[in-house]
């Protein structure tokens, strides 16, 4: 037995300027794309372990991952598809380890057509997906596969156990003749990314419907939050089941994916997430903050790189100093051009630097004037560092050169790449402590949370013009399809 087994992965936030060429993705190849996953914890790993187990060869054309960004190259994205499809013949199964809301120059539904020429490559072939929990589930996408399996955590801890899941039934399909085929039901809702964590709020309780549903009536059954920074028909909620070919499979299938469906839309709210005021957070972060001995965390998660930020914008720490908030750690901010004037001026140099908002956020038509700053260059560091943990414990990870900018009362990592602060080594890598400040801005959304939560005296989560905003009112969003909630009012639903 042959099995077909890739991993092409990309959330595509299509407000977000950063490109994403093929090189984005590093991508592996053949023997080189079945080395990246062994022993890894991805789902692709789990379908090579599976193959394994019933003596199946792997035929593994690719495994690509690039972070969230702007529309993937049509060149990167005609490359590494076509490489997926071209080894599909003679295959016994199918295997693909996918995002579910990748965007190509060339295409809205990037999953949906690659899935579609697969399964018009090798018809009847068994064809199971693994996919993302913020997928951006399509009609197309569900058409052309037998077995479809989300991940049921976020932050995300449990990519292997997807593939496992999904590999599982495929097997079954193949050894058994069991005969699957996926059901969905779309809901006219956006969720908001800091809505759909796992641990806690609706988004907890509709996981926890389908672990149920999974017990009783389905084979699987996944909520798909969508990623709704994507200006494509529907980038919303779905609950996605595979479903026995039975008639009673079926008719338990319809009635689970009802329950659940109508569960989400009662809990709407619970997947909506309104804006504070910036001057309301910054006076409760003061407040927050009055002798609490620890430093007090402030998101900007309108600007996060892992979900398409340009990780360059000054809005909140600018607000914060109109606010007269002083005592405060930031970084990392990626400048390139900052960092060489930095580093050609040298360590103890007094300088001013224009830095920041120097990436023009064209499809929402803002562009941003740099914020002069003046300042002492305390130190410089080629940016790279080992992370200590807890998540992705002992990787390595470079954001370009660093330098360690105080200006006052301010400190600020700047950096040469787009960097998402999840690990202390963003600080350390300069010999920053940032538990030393009153207040530590960061640039993220969930990612930080692991580490600096418990750092920390508390969390405000601070909005702001990026392209990862939470104020919807901010995108030009042209094909999307309405009405949908909280943009309007939907009539009646389910
Ligand atoms: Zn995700």
């Given at each position: 037995?042959?099995?077909?087994?890739?991993?092409?992965n990309h959330e595509t936030n299509t407000f977000s300027?950063?490109?994403t060429?093929?090189?984005?993705?590093?991508?592996?190849?053949?023997?080189?794309?079945?080395?990246?996953?062994?022993?890894?914890?991805?789902?692709?790993?789990?379908?090579?372990?599976?193959?394994?187990?019933?003596?199946?060869?792997?035929?593994?054309?690719?495994?690509?991952?690039?972070?969230p960004s702007g529309p993937m190259d049509a060149?990167?994205y005609?490359?590494?598809?076509?490489?997926?499809?071209?080894?599909?013949?003679?295959?016994?199964?199918?295997?693909?380890?996918l995002h579910g809301a990748m965007v190509a120059q060339n295409t809205p539904d990037g999953e949906g057509d690659l899935l579609a020429?697969?399964?018009?490559?090798?018809?009847?072939?068994?064809?199971?997906?693994?996919l993302d929990l913020h997928g951006n589930i399509t009609q197309k996408m569900i058409d052309n596969?037998?077995?479809?399996?989300g991940?049921?955590?976020?932050?995300?801890?449990?990519?292997?156990?997807?593939?496992?899941?999904?590999?599982?039934?495929?097997?079954?399909?193949?050894?058994?003749?069991?005969?699957?085929?996926?059901?969905w039901?779309q809901l006219p809702l956006l969720s908001h990314t800091?809505?759909s964590?796992?641990?806690?709020?609706?988004?907890?309780?509709?996981?926890?419907?389908?672990?149920?549903?999974?017990?009783?009536?389905?084979?699987?059954?996944?909520?798909f939050a969508g990623f709704s920074l994507a200006d494509i028909a529907a980038p919303c909620m779905s609950?996605v089941?595979?479903?026995?070919?039975?008639?009673?499979?079926?008719?338990?299938?319809?009635?689970?994916?009802?329950?659940?469906?109508?569960?989400?839309?009662?809990?709407?709210?619970?997947?909506?997430?309104?804006?504070?005021?910036?001057?309301?957070?910054?006076?409760?972060?003061?407040?927050?903050?009055?002798?609490?001995?620890?430093?007090?965390?402030?998101?900007?998660?309108?600007?996060?790189?892992?979900s398409g930020?340009?990780?360059?914008?000054?809005?909140?720490?600018?607000?914060?100093?109109?606010?007269?908030?002083?005592?405060?750690?930031?970084?990392?901010?990626?400048?390139?051009?900052?960092?060489?004037?930095?580093?050609?001026?040298?360590?103890?140099?007094?300088?001013?630097?224009?830095?920041?908002?120097?990436?023009?956020?064209?499809r929402l038509?803002?562009?941003?004037?740099?914020?002069?700053?003046?300042?002492?260059?305390?130190?410089?560091?080629?940016?790279?560092?080992?992370?200590?943990?807890?998540?992705?414990?002992?990787?390595?990870?470079?954001?370009?050169?660093?330098?360690?900018?105080?200006?006052?009362?301010?400190?600020?990592?700047?950096?040469?790449?787009?960097?998402?602060?999840?690990?202390?080594?963003?600080?350390?890598?300069?010999?920053?402590?940032?538990?030393?400040?009153?207040?530590?801005?960061?640039?993220?959304?969930?990612?930080?949370?692991?580490?600096?939560?418990?750092?920390?005296?508390?969390?405000?989560?601070?909005?702001?013009?990026?392209v990862t905003?939470?104020?919807y009112?901010l995108f030009p969003f042209e094909n999307l399809r309405q009405p949908v909630y909280?943009l309007g009012?939907?009539?009646?639903?389910?």
């Amino acid at each position: 037995m042959k099995f077909l087994i890739a991993r092409l992965n990309h959330e595509t936030n299509t407000f977000s300027p950063v490109p994403t060429p093929l090189e984005a993705f590093a991508p592996d190849y053949d023997a080189a794309a079945f080395q990246a996953n062994v022993g890894m914890r991805t789902a692709m790993a789990a379908f090579i372990d599976a193959a394994k187990r019933v003596g199946a060869q792997c035929v593994t054309p690719v495994s690509a991952t690039a972070n969230p960004s702007g529309p993937m190259d049509a060149d990167a994205y005609n490359q590494l598809t076509d490489r997926i499809v071209a080894a599909a013949a003679g295959c016994d199964a199918i295997l693909l380890d996918l995002h579910g809301a990748m965007v190509a120059q060339n295409t809205p539904d990037g999953e949906g057509d690659l899935l579609a020429r697969v399964r018009a490559a090798v018809p009847g072939v068994p064809l199971g997906v693994a996919l993302d929990l913020h997928g951006n589930i399509t009609q197309k996408m569900i058409d052309n596969a037998d077995v479809m399996v989300g991940f049921k955590t976020y932050p995300h801890v449990d990519m292997y156990e997807t593939g496992e899941h999904a590999a599982r039934l495929v097997l079954q399909m193949l050894q058994q003749g069991t005969r699957y085929a996926v059901r969905w039901r779309q809901l006219p809702l956006l969720s908001h990314t800091l809505r759909s964590t796992t641990l806690g709020g609706a988004m907890a309780a509709a996981v926890s419907s389908a672990r149920q549903a999974e017990g009783e009536s389905v084979p699987a059954m996944t909520i798909f939050a969508g990623f709704s920074l994507a200006d494509i028909a529907a980038p919303c909620m779905s609950v996605v089941a595979t479903a026995e070919c039975t008639a009673e499979g079926e008719a338990l299938c319809t009635a689970a994916l009802d329950r659940v469906a109508a569960q989400i839309w009662a809990e709407r709210e619970g997947y909506v997430y309104a804006s504070e005021p910036l001057a309301d957070a910054f006076a409760r972060a003061q407040r927050m903050a009055e002798g609490a001995g620890k430093p007090l965390l402030l998101l900007d998660h309108s600007d996060n790189c892992m979900s398409g930020g340009t990780c360059d914008t000054m809005d909140v720490l600018q607000a914060a100093w109109r606010h007269g908030l002083t005592g405060i750690a930031t970084g990392p901010l990626s400048d390139p051009e900052a960092v060489a004037q930095l580093v050609a001026a040298g360590v103890g140099a007094q300088v001013s630097v224009r830095l920041g908002n120097k990436v023009p956020l064209a499809r929402l038509g803002i562009v941003k004037e740099p914020v002069l700053v003046h300042g002492t260059v305390r130190a410089i560091s080629d940016g790279s560092y080992t992370v200590t943990g807890p998540i992705y414990t002992g990787q390595r990870c470079s954001m370009g050169r660093a330098v360690w900018l105080d200006a006052g009362g301010t400190q600020i990592v700047v950096v040469e790449q787009p960097h998402e602060p999840w690990d202390l080594g963003v600080f350390s890598c300069v010999g920053l402590d940032p538990t030393a400040y009153r207040y530590l801005l960061l640039k993220s959304r969930m990612y930080c949370r692991p580490v600096f939560v418990p750092l920390s005296a508390g969390l405000v989560e601070c909005d702001s013009p990026g392209v990862t905003s939470s104020d919807y009112r901010l995108f030009p969003f042209e094909n999307l399809r309405q009405p949908v909630y909280p943009l309007g009012d939907v009539p009646a639903y389910p």
